[in-house]
């Protein structure tokens, strides 16, 4: 059972709010990932990480930041909601592989709904 | 740039019937992982091939990875109710220093009783 958590699971919010999708994992993965998934849809990579102060922009990043202070915790933040950001967002780890990739681990997600 | 493409994007059966998705990459790939997505779910891992022409099984899945390590494909066979989802393929370049996977954009099966 993989240990990885997103809070919240559900969210609805007015267009304009600031808000943080917060992802906390407990195997101390070096790497992180945040998705965005329209439902039974692609997955579109918004920001990754391999370590500690280390974050780099996907192919979605779309006025949204991310910070990997600590191992375990990789927040997303909108810093302006807007309905076209409702969708459903996924947390995912994966080990510092010898194979050069892993498998990943991911989080039950956020579905977030801007109005 | 790095494509991973995916066919069919849907896929109904029915029940007993063989089902197979298929993944292409525009580059050689230093592995192919599979997942699997609940209707409603997370993608959950179920494989991974690393060797030049690999096949494993699991079960009533059967996984290849192909000689160039460009393609793959999953086939199941005799399809139940709880084969239903979306099944992505994944995997990073072979020449990527930091091995970030890219994904197909998933087959989703339909299995009908």
């Known amino acids: 059972e993989a240990d990885i958590y997103q809070t919240p699971r559900y969210l609805v919010i007015g267009t304009g709010k600031k808000i943080t999708l917060e992802c906390s994992q407990t195997?101390?993965?070096?790497?992180m990932y945040w998705y965005q998934q329209d439902p039974g849809m692609e997955l579109h990579l918004i920001h990754y990480?391999?370590?500690?102060?280390?974050?780099e922009k996907g192919d979605l990043s779309s006025e949204s930041t991310v910070s990997r202070i600590r191992t375990e915790h990789f927040p997303l933040t909108l810093e302006s909601a807007r309905p076209s950001h409702t969708s459903q967002y996924l947390c995912a780890s994966g080990p510092r592989a010898r194979v050069r990739t892993g498998e990943l681990f991911f989080g039950e997600g956020s579905r977030l709904t801007v109005l | 740039g790095q494509q991973v493409m995916q066919i069919p994007q849907y896929q109904h059966v029915q029940e007993g019937e063989d089902f197979t998705t298929y993944c292409n990459s525009s580059?050689?790939?230093?592995?192919i992982q599979w997942y699997k997505q609940r209707p409603g779910g997370h993608p959950v891992f179920l494989i991974q091939?690393?060797?030049?022409?690999e096949v494993k099984k699991q079960k009533r899945l059967t996984f290849q990875f192909g000689e160039a390590k460009k393609n793959s494909s999953l086939h199941i066979t005799a399809t139940q109710t709880t084969d239903v989802g979306t099944y992505f393929c994944?995997?990073?370049?072979?020449?990527?220093?930091?091995?970030?996977?890219?994904f197909g954009r998933g087959t989703q099966l339909t299995v009908w009783p």
């Open positions: 091939l690393v060797k030049s022409g």
């Open positions: 580059t050689t790939l230093s592995n």
């Open positions: 195997m101390g993965h070096d790497k």
């Open positions: 990480s391999y370590g500690v102060n280390s974050t």
């Open positions: 994944a995997g990073p370049p072979l020449r990527s220093t930091l091995g970030r996977l890219y």
